[in-house]
């Protein structure tokens, strides 16, 4: 079937809210729906867009 | 949504560093492909912090934009059009290119006719006009105009790359975030909502240096595909479709070059439908709905509203794209996205190899219900039949093979275990939970649907707070009064196996239709949304229209709507739509501009001006008052499925 555009892979943090470093609690107007749906966005450990090139993560 | 984010900790010169080195390469993994999205994320705040240029923000951006910038008309051979407001914004895009027009020109010209045709704003009902901007912002808009006009004259010396949509004037759906204006979706009930940040997809038109003239009205509560408040295009006494409604008339009548309507079930397909304009329905994950007023999470998707199908492919380029940290689903789609198309394909017959099927199981439902066992074009009147027909010879003669195939029978539960099922999959709370239920009340729950109105009911006066709960509110069985409460319990309380059953047969639907197009080697399809002439605003609505019109939003799949013919008594629109795959965009949206470069006369009629009644300023209604849509009517798919049953 080719309805599934990414082939499947398994998630880590899967079940937690969406953790991204780029979170904001701020929300986007008055009403204050988050704008988020989905597991973890931020599926794998080592993917951190703050970490410094080549930095190793503990 | 990220406008206005601050991002103390990040460094813009890591991220464009990151970003340089994941841009490149070819054969890229899914890991690297992740990576890369991530990095645009932190480049695309940083861009709105510092106010740097899109263009710059992003290794891909540079080329895409010069593509989209290549693909525009050249100014010399555009074909004068009667009016300035006559233009395609592809069009608008050239002449403003070649100095042949200001921005501050098109803008006023467009302001102009919202003077003169709109009719008072703020009103959630009929205005004695076309009621299709509900509030503008004249003086951003005005103050944007010039800026680009400023831009415009810059480059003429510097011969910078300027952005494709440099200085073209949009409306934006009411329930989507325009930092600084409220957002109400349809109701005074939402008085207050001031959006403080832009929603995703205005911050991208903004990058790409879009006017932005206001709010275009919604259905109530973004829950009607028929409509009342707006005047049809074509003739003010009809419904314009909704629930994007103002988005579906504006762009057709002159008043906007351009809209974007949200659509969760049939609101971007029927308006487009009903004033026959142009309209492209995007697969779930494709645009960011960050910043929208969400009424079914994992339905809704924001999509063009343009005059042609090239119009709205462009707008449709600049705003998608993955926006992870707001919109997670985002990540769903290819990424880089295949190219949109921009222009017709070269030659007599662009279509040849295209298979177009017809599902003659895509019942209709007509005054008699649904009309299951009757083929949709069975239920068609003679002006829609007569543009049916004519729709597939000029198909045809464009090299396609159109040929009618079984579709899915989705009153089958076997076929739909996810819409058509009886199923209980549980009962929580005292309320049975349907297949459909068990994926969309957990959405809602994710996203605090009830707890964020609450939040805000409690902030507002008595008679509004009562309108959202009675909008919003749960009853139980057992309990005296609506709550807040008692609609997040229902969602929370729902387990995951329960969910997870939804899921699953939600995409055991998908499979099953994509199977029935594999089958009959169907590339994609060709329905008509609507199959006789529409409604006055003061009678039903659609005499007949697909009684499956959510079922594209259930797939998660594209839909491009366009006008095929005027019927021979009013005038009004006919419109046919193309639906495909999941993020087979490209391939329908490229098959609707070739037919619109070689039929162009249907796109191109613009309607007559409507004659001023006195322009009035309905009530300040709330939804207590207000008379509720029907089920069968609704965009809300789980009000919808009430009427299926």
């Known amino acids: ?58 | 949504m990220t406008a206005d984010r601050s991002m103390p900790t990040r460094n813009p010169r890591t991220t464009d560093s990151s970003l340089a080195e994941s841009a490149p390469a070819g054969g890229m993994s899914r890991r690297a492909v992740l990576g890369g999205a991530a990095a645009m994320t932190g480049a695309v705040a940083v861009s709105a912090a510092v106010a740097t240029p899109a263009s710059a923000t992003s290794g891909g951006a540079a080329s895409s934009t010069a593509r989209l910038i290549a693909a525009l008309p050249a100014a010399s051979g555009i074909k004068k059009r009667s009016r300035l407001v006559d233009y395609e914004v592809v069009e608008l895009a050239s002449l403003l290119r070649a100095g042949k027009v200001t921005a501050t020109q098109v803008t006023k010209a467009y302001l102009d006719r919202i003077d003169r045709f709109n009719g008072p704003f703020e009103t959630y009902g009929d205005n004695g006009l076309y009621n299709a901007f509900v509030r503008i912002d004249r003086a951003g808009a005005l103050a944007a105009a010039a800026a680009a006009d400023t831009r415009f004259a810059r480059a003429r010396h510097t011969h910078e790359e300027l952005p494709p949509l440099l200085g073209i004037p949009f409306g934006i759906k009411d329930s989507v975030a325009v930092k600084g204006l409220d957002a109400k979706d349809g109701s005074h009930a939402f008085d207050g909502n001031t959006a403080l940040r832009d929603a995703t997809v205005v911050h991208r038109l903004r990058e790409a240096g879009a006017v932005i003239l206001g709010h275009t009205v919604a259905s109530a509560f973004s829950g009607s595909i028929t409509g009342t408040f707006a005047g049809n295009a074509w003739n003010k006494d009809y419904v314009p479709g909704g629930s994007s409604q103002g988005s579906g008339v504006a762009p057709v009548a002159r008043l906007a070059a351009a809209c974007i309507g949200e659509e969760t079930g049939g609101s971007i397909m029927m308006p487009s439908a009903a004033n026959g304009a142009s309209g492209i329905k995007p697969s779930l994950g494709t645009t960011s709905v960050a910043g929208l007023m969400p009424l079914s999470p994992g339905y809704d998707v924001l999509g063009p509203i343009c005059r042609s199908v090239r119009d709205a492919s462009l707008v449709l380029s600049i705003v998608l794209g993955p926006d992870p940290a707001n919109d997670p689903l985002t990540l769903s789609a290819p990424e880089p996205f295949p190219a949109m198309p921009l222009s017709a394909r070269k030659g007599r017959r662009p279509l040849a190899g295209v298979t177009i099927g017809i599902p003659q199981t895509d019942w209709m439902r007509t005054s008699r219900g649904i009309q299951a066992g009757t083929s949709p074009q069975g239920t068609y009147d003679a002006d829609h039949l007569a543009a049916f027909n004519r729709l597939k010879q000029q198909l045809t003669s464009l090299g396609a093979t159109v040929k009618e195939f079984p579709g899915l029978d989705v009153t089958d539960p076997a076929n739909d275990p996810y819409f058509s099922s009886s199923d209980v999959l549980a009962t929580v709370d005292g309320s049975n939970i349907s297949p459909s239920s068990a994926v969309l009340s957990p959405n809602r729950y994710e996203i605090r649907y009830w707890d964020a109105v609450k939040d805000f009911a409690a902030t507002r006066p008595a008679d509004q707070a009562a309108a959202l709960l009675a909008q919003y509110g749960r009853k139980a069985p057992g309990e005296t009064s609506a709550s807040f409460e008692s609609a997040t319990r229902l969602g929370g309380m729902i387990p995951a196996s329960v969910r997870v059953e939804g899921e699953k047969r939600r995409r055991q639907l998908q499979a099953n239709y994509q199977a029935a197009l594999d089958k009959a080697g169907v590339d994609f399809m060709l329905v008509f949304s609507l199959g006789a002439q529409i409604g006055l605003r003061t009678g039903s609505g659609f005499p007949v229209y697909r009684a499956y019109y959510q079922l594209p939003n259930a797939l998660a799949w594209p839909m491009v709507s366009f006008p095929v013919g005027y019927d021979s008594t009013v005038g009004l629109p006919i419109a046919a739509q193309f639906w495909g795959p999941r993020f087979s965009e490209p391939e329908i949206v490229q098959a609707a501009i070739d037919y619109q470069e070689h039929f162009p006369q249907y796109h191109n009629a613009a309607p007559p001006d409507p004659v001023a009644d006195t322009p009035k300023v309905a009530p300040r209604v709330l939804r207590s008052v207000e008379p509720a849509t029907p089920p069968e009517l609704s965009n809300d798919p789980l009000v919808a499925e009430e009427a299926l049953r």
């Open chain 1, 1 to 58: 079937m080719s309805f599934l555009t990414v082939g499947w892979q398994p998630v880590i943090n899967a079940g937690l809210p969406p953790q991204h470093p780029g979170d904001d609690a701020s929300p986007v107007a008055t009403v204050g729906w988050l704008p988020k749906l989905g597991t973890a966005f931020y599926p794998y450990p080592d993917d951190d867009p703050e970490a410094e090139e080549g930095m190793v993560r503990p």
